[in-house]
């Protein structure tokens, strides 16, 4: 069977490069490929290359994982995915007025563009004047149409690259160990999760991969 004839087809695994980019002025904000966050100054301690993502589960962007079942295997597309899809639109009651005593009081001096973390909750200082400090909580790509470049590049049937590559997004675990014998998997972290991430975990790789 020729593989660029083989479609995607929900719960498959796949292994995808992508691109992301804010349409209103072609922006990286995202991306799999070195070289491209490298251009455009993106976060040099994270992880590129290829990922394998399991179709369906909400691995990647919705509008991404929503437009992948269907595609050719080995096929690049371009997706036009509106903010419903992404992160959804502006809302107004996250656009807060906070005085600006209360950010000197913390030794902070605000400024336009500064990213705060209050309450466990991120936001930017949109701006600062009259005593006030005008503050949006909305994730940054909020309201924004964004544009994304993925590349299929294969089907994922191995089981243990399977399980490597979910743990690896999920968990974000560059150091894991999978072994597989009699259908029965051990996987070893190096780093610890919470008793009942561990079941719920275990429970959603059994449901995505079956017979393991």
Avoid at 93 to 106: A, G, V
Wanted: aromatic share 4%; glycine share 8%; charged share 35%.
């Amino acid at each position: 069977m020729d593989n660029k004839m083989e479609r995607v087809s929900k719960k498959d695994f796949v292994e995808i490069e992508y691109t992301g980019r804010i349409k209103e002025n072609n922006e990286v904000f995202d991306t799999t490929d070195e070289k491209v966050a490298k251009e455009n100054a993106l976060e040099a301690h994270t992880e590129f290359g290829p990922v394998i993502v399991c179709v369906g589960e909400n691995q990647v962007l919705k509008g991404v994982d929503n437009s992948l079942e269907g595609r050719e295997i080995g096929a690049e597309y371009t997706l036009d995915i509106k903010p419903g899809d992404t992160f959804g639109a502006k809302n107004a009651k996250l656009i807060q007025m906070i005085p600006t005593s209360k950010f000197l009081q913390q030794k902070i001096q605000p400024m336009p563009g500064m990213q705060l973390n209050i309450d466990g909750i991120l936001g930017r200082i949109k701006t600062v004047g009259g005593g006030r400090t005008l503050v949006d909580f909305n994730h940054p790509l909020a309201g924004k149409e964004l544009s994304y470049k993925v590349k299929i590049n294969r089907k994922i049937d191995d089981k243990k690259e399977q399980l490597v590559g979910y743990l690896k997004l999920v968990l974000a675990a560059k150091d894991l160990e999978v072994e597989i014998n009699d259908n029965k998997a051990k996987i070893t972290l190096k780093s610890s999760i919470p008793k009942e991430a561990q079941e719920e975990l275990k429970s959603k790789l059994k449901e995505i991969i079956s017979d393991i």
